[in-house]
């Protein structure tokens, strides 16, 4: 019985039934409306089934509906029985079941009846876990199914004594028949008594064992099925693109099964902690050049003319989520083989892009080599595939031994017009450093479960900046953390949505939304901050161990602070009295948030108080604390080490530090940044730092600038501190970290006062800021310019014409229409391309815009498309912006599914284009949830981004209209973001009411000290 496998000799496909090779079974599931359980079917009557399905592929329209009903499986061996109740159907067609009548407005149906959805929690089957996948999938491009068999071999829990039923996890998927085999006595047939069913809404499939005399300890459950190749880039899923080589339409079939789909490709049990070994097998036509999966291939047989079946080798012990593979007409970049130091390495892109995957394969080379130092341990698999996937829904993904990316993510183009930014190249680094570090840090240890996603997703942002400042030490890369981290987390964690970063996820909605900042940016930071505290040695080694002692297995975060803490012992960093679980269960566990540490002076010491830093104002009655290292430099004194003098602890509120400071000295808290907190002075405090900025460090300057303007907007303090900051850069034009942090913060209240009277100071205030560093840096990129100094200019441009240097935003213009006459020659840097294209655009008219919309149809530079698709949001013509809105639910207008959200943005952030956006969210809120279907997250981030400029009253009743219609057509997956954007709109209402007043005093203010003119 073990050796069962009904696809060993493959199947003939036809028009979607199923019939095995040998002719001996047919299984004609769709065509069966009143099954009788354990039913045979005659060779005689097959014939006869044959003929009518060869009359139904005529009658296609009797078919779908034929293809509707109850569908029901034949089983002819076992003593088994398939109950199957009303299961999605695999050819069936989705739009017919939606609520909405195509155009997005709600069928009457929808408006009156539906209720309102609550989802169900996730349950934990227990008393089985499955050791070992052969999973057999064939996927049928041409009607989007993927037949597949699979054998499971289950172990029964010892520590759960009743016998339990088997439950897998299927999202529509098809199983068409059933049968388990016992492994516990192989010379005797224990002639095993079970019945097969689908649980409930066909989430799961449940195989209930009946008792036998023999105990019942290890068996392998048997199933064929019928899975969806999807088209919403999740599960199995299929795609196409355009072949420059052959100049034809080339499909490929890729995966992405990160977190929950892996469940829609076969079924299993696809939770993080069930790990088993896989043995991955797929038939494919020879006619396509491409098939990999994690690990190599180990046979292939010719399965009947023109197609063959590839056997990969067996994996190592892994989660579900990590199973890839892949079938295409992608072409391999550059390589590495038979380098007894490295696994095989190979790029994957379409054959036009072969020659952009050098940058990405030296980072990945560079990375590999650089964790296998850092954690002592070897990459585990003999080879690694890096695939840039024509259409991607995240940035990239990390199965183990086959990183997917999308295109953008990986690509460099090298030549001199289509070459990319050192912004594009920071990103690439970003995605695939990450993704590398994954395969210690999330595939060889996993976590338990979702509640502690954290673990995996926060160290490998944190990995990405430790590997990528290593590989490219020209980028000072590491103290970035300290600007791009802290924005990234902080404003989605300092109001009533912001949750502990370990919490209990249990419905599939919370496990999707736990990818988030909190996860990612807060996690990074929290580690840093642990790094900090205990020191580079004690965390390298405490890591170590941990991933040792945990190696193809899983862990919770506690396990992880035990092997810290004894680390920190033997280092003897860690005072006795704390231990790393104490200290960081106030971050992780009992809190969400983070705090504010006021320094105040009385005489020379320093008092400092902590409370909990919220928006839309600070609840002096929240009385949440944390355990919080104090490190600080002043004027007598530097810190040497990130290593804590002080501790607040999380029953403190208030601390007093002795003979400190005098008057006229300065003093600043959190050393580097490496605290998750906040830091708000008293006057004279402010003043001093001020007074000495030029003594500081350029981390230290950048975080004073970002809390100011975080504290201000808290109404902590006031808003001059933040604008004399920025009016003291004038005299640091190259302090690219501070400027970096100065238009992060300037962001906001630009977007807050666009509208308002007092942009037209706000605008004079920071062109007399960033004038001096404009007219330093220039526009023109120079042969001797550092990567940051590029960097740095991009920035500066950028704020130049954005707030109306009109020298810049003539120059960007001229610039644009040199190209326009001189297509075949981009001049423009692109370091710059982002803010040229988007200026023009913004000044220009359908002229601009159509060319702009043709360089993107043309390029073929992914990293191009996508600067192209941010500037065609930039024009002012609202005509122009509902024409490219609606392109994107259009699939033959050349914008891709994972750019959708990307061009909806682009609109929304645009003044003119945000209610527009608005306008057709709302209207097409139907459509748009069925054309990008709920597997990533585009319409959370539509929803993310339409918030923008809604800071009334209005604002908010019309988003409440939007969200009762979401709500009444169920869409549950973005329940929680249309929260986020309420609570969002409701900080804007009160900063609106309640600051706004105070920043245009303060900035009329500086006008008439400074004697500026507008
Ligand atoms: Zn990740």
């Known amino acids: 019985m073990k050796n069962y496998n009904n696809m060993e000799t493959g199947y003939i496909n036809e028009g979607g039934q199923l019939k095995s090779k040998n002719g001996q079974k047919y299984v004609v599931n769709q065509y069966c409306r009143n099954p009788e359980p354990g039913y045979y079917i005659s060779k005689s009557c097959a014939a006869v089934y044959i003929i009518l399905f060869l009359v139904m592929m005529i009658l296609t329209a009797l078919m779908t509906y034929l293809l509707l009903v109850p569908s029901c499986a034949l089983d002819n061996s076992s003593n088994g029985t398939i109950y199957t109740g009303s299961i999605w159907s695999p050819i069936s067609n989705h739009e017919e079941e939606a609520h909405t009548n195509g155009d997005g407005v709600l069928s009457d149906q929808?408006?009156?009846?539906?209720?309102?959805?609550?989802?169900?929690?996730?349950?934990?089957?227990?008393?089985?876990?499955?050791?070992?996948?052969?999973?057999?999938?064939?996927?049928?491009?041409?009607?989007?199914?993927?037949?597949?068999?699979?054998?499971?071999?289950?172990?029964?829990?010892?520590?759960?004594?009743?016998?339990?039923?088997?439950?897998?996890?299927?999202?529509?998927?098809?199983?068409?028949?059933?049968?388990?085999?016992?492994?516990?006595?192989?010379?005797?047939?224990?002639?095993?008594?079970?019945?097969?069913?689908?649980?409930?809404?066909?989430?799961?499939?449940?195989?209930?064992?009946?008792?036998?005399?023999?105990?019942?300890?290890?068996?392998?459950?048997?199933?064929?099925?019928?899975?969806?190749?999807?088209?919403?880039?999740?599960?199995?899923?299929?795609?196409?693109?355009?072949?420059?080589?052959?100049?034809?339409?080339?499909?490929?079939?890729?995966?992405?099964?990160?977190?929950?789909?892996?469940?829609?490709?076969?079924?299993?049990?696809?939770?993080?902690?069930?790990?088993?070994?896989?043995?991955?097998?797929?038939?494919?036509?020879?006619?396509?050049?491409?098939?990999?999966?994690?690990?190599?291939?180990?046979?292939?047989?010719?399965?009947?003319?023109?197609?063959?079946?590839?056997?990969?080798?067996?994996?190592?012990?892994?989660?579900?989520?990590?199973?890839?593979?892949h079938i295409s007409d992608l072409k391999m970049g550059k390589t590495i083989e038979n380098d007894s130091s490295l696994p095989t390495i190979k790029m994957y892109a379409q054959p036009e892009y072969e020659n952009m995957t050098n940058f990405a394969f030296n980072l990945t080379v560079e990375s590999l080599k650089f964790f296998e130092k850092y954690f002592d341990i070897k990459f585990q698999l003999p080879k690694i595939d890096m695939v840039a996937v024509p259409d991607f829904g995240f940035n990239g993904m990390e199965n183990w031994g086959l990183i997917t990316f999308r295109e953008s993510a990986l690509l460099a183009p090298e030549n001199t017009n289509k070459s990319s930014s050192i912004a594009h190249l920071q990103r690439i680094s970003r995605t695939l450093v990450h993704e590398v570090a994954h395969q210690w840090f999330g595939n060889l240890v996993t976590m338990q479960w979702y509640d502690d996603l954290w673990l995996k997703e926060g160290f490998s942002t944190y990995l990405h900046y430790v590997g990528t400042d290593a590989i490219k030490p020209e980028w000072d890369y590491f103290k970035t953390i300290t600007v791009y981290e802290f924005n990234q987390a902080m404003p989605k964690d300092c109001d009533s949505s912001s949750r502990p970063i370990s919490f209990k996820v249990r419905t599939k909605s919370d496990i999707r939304r736990v990818f988030d900042p909190i996860s990612y940016s807060k996690g990074a930071l929290i580690i840093n901050m642990m790094r900090g505290f205990l020191g580079e040695a004690a965390f390298r080694l405490g890591l170590t161990n941990y991933l040792r002692k945990f190696e193809y297995g899983n862990a919770v975060q506690d396990e992880l602070w035990e092997a810290m803490t004894m680390n920190a012992?033997?280092?003897?960093?860690?005072?006795?009295?704390?231990?790393?679980?104490?200290?960081?269960?106030?971050?992780?566990?009992?809190?969400?948030?983070?705090?504010?540490?006021?320094?105040?002076?009385?005489?020379?010491?320093?008092?400092?108080?902590?409370?909990?830093?919220?928006?839309?104002?600070?609840?002096?009655?929240?009385?949440?604390?944390?355990?919080?290292?104090?490190?600080?430099?002043?004027?007598?004194?530097?810190?040497?080490?990130?290593?804590?003098?002080?501790?607040?602890?999380?029953?403190?509120?208030?601390?007093?530090?002795?003979?400190?400071?005098?008057?006229?000295?300065?003093?600043?808290?959190?050393?580097?940044?490496?605290?998750?907190?906040?830091?708000?002075?008293?006057?004279?405090?402010?003043?001093?730092?001020?007074?000495?900025?030029?003594?500081?460090?350029?981390?230290?300057?950048?975080?004073?600038?970002?809390?100011?303007?975080?504290?201000?907007?808290?109404?902590?303090?006031?808003?001059?501190?933040?604008?004399?900051?920025?009016?003291?850069?004038?005299?640091?034009?190259?302090?690219?970290?501070?400027?970096?942090?100065?238009?992060?913060?300037?962001?906001?209240?630009?977007?807050?006062?666009?509208?308002?009277?007092?942009?037209?100071?706000?605008?004079?205030?920071?062109?007399?800021?960033?004038?001096?560093?404009?007219e330093e840096l220039g526009f023109d990129e120079d042969p001797e310019d550092t990567d940051i100094d590029l960097l740095h200019r991009a920035r500066i441009v950028n704020m130049a014409c954005q707030f109306g240097i009109d020298r810049c935003t003539v120059k960007a213009q001229l610039m644009f229409r040199e190209w326009i006459a001189n297509k075949v020659e981009n001049k423009i840097a692109p370091n710059l391309k982002a803010t040229i294209y988007c200026i023009t655009l913004r000044e220009g008219g359908s002229q601009e815009w159509n060319f702009a919309f043709k360089q993107y149809q043309e390029t073929t530079s992914a990293s191009e498309k996508e600067v192209l698709l941010d500037a065609l949001g930039c024009t002012q013509e609202p005509w122009l912006l509902s024409k490219y809105l609606n392109m994107t639910i259009s699939s033959d207008s050349s914008i891709r599914k994972q750019d959708g959200s990307r061009v909806f943005a682009s609109v929304a952030k645009n003044i003119v284009g945000t209610e527009l956006a608005f306008d057709f969210l709302y209207t097409n809120i139907g459509e748009i949830a069925e054309y990008f279907g709920d597997g990533f997250s585009t319409i959370s981030k539509m929803i993310d981004s339409v918030t923008t400029f809604m800071n009334k009253d209005y604002h908010k009743e019309n988003f409440q209209r939007f969200a009762e219609k979401a709500n009444k057509l169920g869409l549950i997956a973005i329940e929680k973001s249309i929260k986020l954007a309420e609570i969002e709109i409701d900080k804007n209402i009160f900063w609106r009411n309640h600051l706004y007043t105070q920043l245009k005093d303060n900035l009329d203010k500086a006008v008439v000290d400074l004697r500026l003119t507008n």
């Open 110 to 325: 929808a408006k009156n009846d539906d209720p309102i959805v609550i989802e169900d929690e996730i349950e934990f089957p227990e008393g089985w876990k499955p050791i070992h996948y052969d999973l057999l999938l064939e996927p049928h491009i041409e009607n989007a199914t993927s037949r597949g068999t699979v054998d499971i071999l289950m172990l029964r829990d010892e520590n759960v004594k009743d016998l339990k039923p088997i439950v897998l996890d299927i999202t529509e998927i098809e199983i068409t028949d059933c049968k388990v085999a016992s492994n516990d006595r192989n010379d005797i047939d224990l002639g095993l008594d079970y019945i097969c069913e689908y649980g409930k809404d066909n989430d799961s499939y449940v195989i209930n064992l009946k008792k036998t005399k023999f105990p019942i300890n290890n068996v392998t459950v048997q199933l064929e099925f019928v899975s969806k190749l999807g088209s919403t880039l999740t599960g199995f899923y299929k795609g196409s693109f355009m072949n420059e080589e052959t100049k034809e339409t080339s499909t490929f079939v890729s995966t992405q099964f990160s977190p929950i789909d892996a469940r829609r490709a076969f079924p299993c049990l696809d939770r993080p902690y069930a790990k088993a070994t896989f043995k991955i097998s797929m038939i494919r036509p020879t006619a396509k050049k491409l098939s990999i999966s994690n690990m190599p291939i180990e046979s292939i047989e010719v399965v009947r003319p023109g197609f063959i079946r590839e056997n990969f080798k067996v994996t190592p012990k892994m989660s579900t989520y990590l199973v890839a593979f």
């Open 569 to 774: 012992r033997k280092e003897r960093v860690l005072d006795e009295s704390y231990s790393v679980k104490e200290i960081m269960d106030s971050w992780t566990v009992d809190s969400a948030g983070f705090p504010v540490v006021t320094v105040s002076r009385n005489g020379t010491n320093i008092i400092l108080k902590q409370q909990r830093y919220f928006l839309p104002h600070v609840n002096e009655s929240d009385d949440t604390k944390w355990f919080i290292p104090l490190t600080y430099s002043s004027s007598r004194r530097v810190a040497e080490s990130e290593i804590p003098e002080h501790w607040m602890s999380n029953k403190q509120s208030e601390i007093i530090l002795e003979d400190m400071v005098s008057e006229d000295e300065w003093i600043h808290f959190n050393v580097n940044r490496t605290g998750y907190y906040r830091v708000n002075y008293d006057q004279l405090s402010w003043k001093n730092l001020l007074r000495n900025f030029k003594s500081l460090s350029d981390v230290t300057r950048a975080q004073l600038i970002d809390d100011s303007f975080a504290l201000a907007r808290a109404n902590l303090t006031n808003y001059d501190v933040p604008i004399t900051f920025g009016i003291f850069l004038r005299a640091y034009p190259l302090d690219y970290l501070s400027w970096w942090s100065f238009a992060n913060g300037l962001e906001y209240v630009t977007n807050m006062i666009r509208r308002e009277p007092a942009y037209e100071n706000f605008r004079t205030v920071v062109r007399y800021s960033v004038k001096n560093a404009y």
